[in-house]
């Protein structure tokens, strides 16, 4: 039996804009990475979001990014080590208000865009953040999107640290990932054949054909694509007859 999360980018709407399509994406993750209202999300969606994991009964955890809605937090900025760490605290806090009020607890910190490409480049950044999590619970879990951060993490003490895969994104053969500017649809078959792939053999295909090494124990799902509900029914259906077994984080840390 192979034990895996699946996650999902959450609660990225604010006032009168909509991103994604959460309330038929939630079904079939475990794991919600909810905005923390800096690059995108408002009280009003992080309120509706806690209600919607709670109700389905998915994990909650957090994913902070720069003050730059208007960027949608994938600009870089000059700040220091500090800095990034308030601005993750500031909005786990938020976070934590609102899953209190429902009975829930926050389990994970997964950065978004800009901010975790700045703490993929500098440990520095990458330990400040980390160390703040620690500060305010030291039962939260970080989601490391690349092996830069994951190494980082397991060399921070205390912290538990959960590597992911993605399989509706291109890798490099360096395991960097392909993000394009505009959202497609993605083969269901294909993305569920990736996901298996990663589950039960830790290997996927890069664009230039060669199998590379992606060690996950969660995989991430882009609610905004187009056919993202279709995709998760697709890997459902693959689960039982590869042996897959889904879980929450703490599950597989």
């Known amino acids: 039996?192979?034990?895996?999360?699946?996650?999902?980018?959450?609660?990225?709407?604010?006032?009168?804009?909509?991103?994604?399509?959460?309330?038929?994406?939630?079904?079939?993750?475990?794991?919600?990475?909810?905005?923390?209202?800096?690059?995108?999300?408002?009280?009003?969606?992080?309120?509706?979001t806690v209600e919607l994991a709670a109700e389905h009964g998915v994990e909650i955890g957090v994913h902070p990014g720069l003050p730059d809605k208007m960027g949608f937090g994938r600009r870089t900025m000059?700040?220091?080590?500090?800095?990034?760490?308030?601005?993750?605290?500031?909005?786990?806090?938020?976070?934590m208000g609102f899953a209190r009020r429902?009975?829930?607890?926050?389990?994970?910190?997964?950065?978004?865009?800009?901010?975790?490409s700045m703490l993929s480049d500098s440990d520095?950044?990458?330990?400040?953040?980390?160390?703040?999590?620690?500060?305010?619970?030291?039962?939260?879990?970080?989601l490391a999107t690349d092996m830069n951060i994951y190494e980082v993490a397991q060399d921070v003490e205390g912290l538990q640290a959960v590597f992911e895969g993605y399989i509706d994104l291109d890798y490099r053969a360096d395991r960097s990932l392909i993000v394009e500017k505009e959202v497609d649809e993605r083969d269901p078959e294909l993305v569920a054949d990736r996901f298996v792939s990663i589950a039960t053999e830790g290997v996927v295909e890069a664009e230039n054909g060669e199998q590379i090494d992606v060690p996950a124990d969660s995989i991430c799902i882009h609610?905004?694509?187009?056919?993202?509900?279709?995709?998760?029914?697709a890997i459902h259906d693959r689960l039982d007859e590869h042996d897959i077994q889904l879980a929450s984080l703490p599950e597989v840390v």
């Open 102 to 116: 429902h009975g829930a607890t926050v389990q994970h910190v997964k950065p978004h865009g800009a901010m975790y």
């Open 124 to 142: 520095e950044h990458a330990r400040a953040v980390m160390e703040g999590m620690l500060e305010v619970d030291p039962d939260l879990i970080y």
């Open 1 to 48: 039996m192979v034990w895996i999360d699946i996650n999902c980018d959450m609660g990225e709407s604010f006032g009168n804009w909509r991103m994604g399509n959460d309330e038929g994406v939630m079904p079939y993750i475990t794991s919600a990475n909810i905005a923390g209202g800096y690059h995108a999300g408002d009280p009003h969606v992080m309120r509706e």
């Open 223 to 233: 609610g905004d694509n187009p056919n993202a509900v279709e995709i998760l029914e």
């Open 78 to 95: 000059d700040a220091s080590p500090e800095e990034l760490r308030d601005y993750v605290v500031y909005q786990l806090g938020a976070l």
